[in-house]
């Protein structure tokens, strides 16, 4: 109900196979992931690699945004622009392997209100999540700041049974993790799991290519450095991969470490962090094994 809904996507095969993956909840152990952004394309910015190695595993995973992107553009707005983006999150989702929801929540109005938490207590709930991931609540954004503050509201609701009553309240408080930041104040990210991307960073690309409204025209406006993006096609996705490959700092170097070992955090060439929550389940170095089975191989 608080996905939008075009004509495209009731003729596609996109509901159905999104209603089996509901229907195959509880049936096998394997880890179910939720990753949440503001935006349809942060999801795939800030944990697209890790998505695509969870879901090479067979993992279920599903990517929320929260708001409809209806604002992020120069020429472009309101509905067009929300049907655009959500024709390339779904695109984006295909090419990781991902279910991806997007909420008709407007673009760069984002409030911590109680009803946006409900849609996200909904959200992870119904997918049964084991793993959400959120970004923090500092940011110079205020929808990624909000989000961050409404998954932190949602994180101990999810296993309360008496509100949101309609979906049935989940036995297990999930792990809540934050993508990556560089920001400073309150206090630093810190690395609790690094995962190397390395092998899958071709399909983070890939994905964020797919949000053409994004990396190549609003983004570029925005940041003055539209000049830049090349006009071919096959060119622009290897200047994509270029600009969009992030740097492994000291910490996430020590991460490394510690989870696969100093000769191999050496070859990692792409990673990427998560902090662990202080809010929902506090899972010991074994448990993020076994949520992150990725770590150390
Ligand atoms: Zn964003």
């Excluded at 152990?29 to 990753?35: N, T």
């Excluded at 309240?169 to 309150?186: I, S």
């Excluded at 070859?267 to 993020?288: H, L, R, S, T």
Aim: with cysteine; charged share 25%; net charge negative.
């Amino acid at each position: 109900m608080n996905t939008i809904v075009h004509p495209v996507l009731l003729t596609s095969v996109f509901l159905l196979s999104s209603a089996t993956i509901m229907n195959a909840q509880n049936t096998d152990d394997k880890v179910r992931i939720i990753m949440i952004g503001a935006h349809p394309d942060d999801c795939d910015e800030d944990g697209g690699g890790t998505a695509a190695l969870f879901a090479q595993m067979g993992y279920a995973v599903k990517f929320v945004s929260v708001t409809n992107g209806d604002a992020g553009h120069q020429t472009m707005k309101g509905a067009e622009l929300a049907k655009r983006r959500f024709a390339e999150a779904q695109e984006a989702g295909k090419r990781l392997g991902v279910v991806y929801d997007v909420l008709d929540n407007h673009d760069g109005l984002l409030m911590p209100t109680l009803e946006v938490r409900l849609q996200l207590i909904r959200k992870i709930r119904e997918w049964n999540a084991d793993v959400v991931i959120a970004p923090r609540p500092n940011d110079y954004h205020p929808d990624h700041r909000y989000t961050g503050v409404l998954v932190q509201d949602a994180a101990y609701m999810v296993a309360v049974p008496n509100i949101a009553p309609d979906v049935p309240a989940l036995k297990k408080n999930p792990v809540f993790l934050y993508y990556q930041d560089h920001f400073q104040r309150p206090n630093p990210f810190r690395p609790d799991i690094t995962v190397d991307i390395t092998s899958v960073y071709d399909k983070k690309v890939s994905a964020l290519d797919a949000h053409e409204s994004q990396m190549y025209e609003w983004l570029p406006w925005i940041g003055h450095y539209l000049d830049q993006v090349p006009k071919d096609k096959t060119e622009r996705v290897q200047w994509l991969a270029k600009q969009r490959a992030g740097t492994i700092t000291n910490e996430m170097r020590t991460s490394l470490e510690k989870w696969c070992g100093k000769g191999k955090a050496t070859q990692v060439k792409y990673a990427e962090a998560f902090e662990v929550c202080e809010y929902g389940a506090q899972p010991n170095d074994d448990e993020i094994k076994r949520l992150f089975p990725m770590l150390g191989k």
